[in-house]
């Protein structure tokens, strides 16, 4: 099985982000979600793996700082555009 473990890792960086208060007021549907995590998605460097190992591997390297900051900024980024322009 081939698994682009940063679409793990940006859905729980989208799930906190959603939580806070700024983006109270915008859609959180199944649609806007997926537009988001696509979006991310796109300008994220993908992180396949094949095994377990992998994703351990791929688990720890998430935490180092520079990996983090560029996921919450594309997450962040694509919340901004998707909450101006649903596609609904």
Request: glycine share 2%.
């Amino acid at each position: 099985m081939i698994l682009n473990y940063m679409e793990e890792i940006a859905s729980r960086y989208l799930e906190k982000a959603l939580k806070d208060p700024r983006y109270a007021s915008i859609c959180k549907c199944d649609y806007c979600k997926e537009d988001i995590m696509a979006m991310s998605l796109n300008n994220l460097t993908p992180f396949y793996v094949t095994t377990k190992r992998g994703e351990v591997y791929a688990e720890y390297s998430s935490y180092e700082v520079q990996h983090q900051a560029e996921i919450i900024k594309e997450v962040i980024r694509a919340i901004e555009f998707v909450s101006v322009h649903p596609n609904h």
